[in-house]
């Protein structure tokens, strides 16, 4: 797949319900993917992508959003229409969980029930859960400082325990906050904890060292 999103800006304006349901009844229906995420496992991956250590790339992640199995089934588009319009909606919702994290972390909220194939349903919560999982089994180790350090932020979305979504709200935000403040500022990590390169060593012992 080609990337159509080097010469495009993209909004980081909320996805409407309308755009949200276009977007899933194209990855579940129109594209013909038997493995393609819907919007609640899709709105758990992009929070974790966007939280991670890691820039990662929309090349990165688009494949497994088409193909949560092993992220090589794409879709053959109608149109170049029909690719850039879910490409652009697929980025957009990135840019804005992204925008929320960083500029307005009170306000973000994990999108269970904006769309109809699971809306109600406990499984809206674990395919969110199920989202945010595969997001870090994509490249797992730099997780692991975070892992070690802060292990509680991410036990009710390792359960899929989202009986209660303010609290998976503060805990996706307490993750995008612990890296946030390590990518703007590697050198800020405390000196016991974990080096933020992954090493596995203490800062002190490892980048923090005199």
């Known amino acids: 797949m080609s990337s159509p999103h080097t010469y495009r800006t993209i909004s980081n304006h909320p996805l409407s ?4 349901q276009t977007l899933e009844d194209r990855l579940i229906k129109s594209l013909g993917l038997p493995h393609a995420m819907g919007f609640a496992m ?5 929070t974790a992508i966007v939280s991670g250590p890691n820039m990662i790339t929309p090349n990165q992640w688009l494949p497994w959003v088409y193909d949560t199995n092993s992220g090589i089934h794409l879709p053959q588009f109608e149109s170049q229409e029909q690719m850039e319009s879910t490409i652009d909606l697929l980025i957009q919702h990135h840019n804005a969980v992204a925008d929320c994290l960083e500029k307005r972390p009170g306000h973000y909220f994990p999108a269970f029930d904006r769309t109809v194939l699971l809306k109600g349903s406990s499984l809206a919560g674990a395919a969110w859960c199920r989202g945010y999982e595969l997001a870090i089994s994509l490249d797992p180790s730099p997780w692991r400082p975070m892992l070690n350090a802060e292990p509680q932020f991410l036990d009710r979305i390792f359960n899929n325990d989202t ?9 996706a935000g307490l993750v995008f906050a612990w890296w946030f403040k390590r990518r703007t500022d590697p050198m800020n990590a405390g000196r016991n904890e974990p080096c933020p390169c992954g090493s596995g ?4 012992h490892c980048h923090g060292a005199v």
């Not at 319900?17 to 949200?20: C, F, V, Y």
């Open 17 to 20: 319900n309308i755009q949200a």
């Open 42 to 46: 899709f709105d758990g991956y992009i």
């Open 163 to 171: 009986s209660v979504k303010n609290l998976i709200a503060r805990d």
């Open 201 to 204: 060593k203490r800062f002190k």
